[in-house]
Nanobody, 123 residues
Framework: VQLQASGGGLVQAGGSLSLSCAAS????????VAWFRQTPGKAREFVAS????????EYLDSVKGRFTISRDDARRILYLQMNSLKPEDTAVYYC?????????????????WGQGTLVTVSS
């Protein structure tokens, strides 16, 4: 699976952004997918995941109620809708996938990664 993220940009606090992650490869529909984010000097942080086997979703506590992960298997696209953005959401956002039915919050458990897209939230 090859992934390519897009949709990042500059937004004011309280605003919204929608990230997309286009996938190639026929295994996307059988991949558990996730979004992570990273700021300089810090480890990559789990944001959200969706299991392919049952579509169960998990979120980082600080984004619950504000972010929504979704996927379109027919188009092979993963999405992250981000609303009510805060300056602390500023980071490079990465999409990730693993051919495993269960999700993980550990970045090392994901084999496939997009190149990252920068989200900057101004106060």
């Amino acid at each position: 699976v090859q992934l390519q993220a897009s949709g990042g940009g500059l937004v004011q606090a309280g605003g919204s952004l929608s990230l997309s992650c286009a996938a190639s490869g026929r295994t996307f529909s059988h991949s558990t997918v996730a979004w992570f984010r990273q700021t300089p000097g810090k480890a990559r942080e789990f944001v959200a995941s969706m299991r392919y086997i049952d579509r169960i979703i998990e979120y980082l506590d600080s984004v619950k109620g504000r972010f929504t992960i979704s996927r379109d298997d027919a188009r092979r696209i993963l999405y992250l809708q981000m609303n009510s953005l805060k300056p602390e959401d500023t980071a490079v956002y990465y999409c990730a996938a693993r051919t495993n039915p269960y999700a993980s919050a550990r970045s090392n458990d994901y084999r496939y990664w997009g190149q990252g897209t920068l989200v900057t939230v101004s106060s």
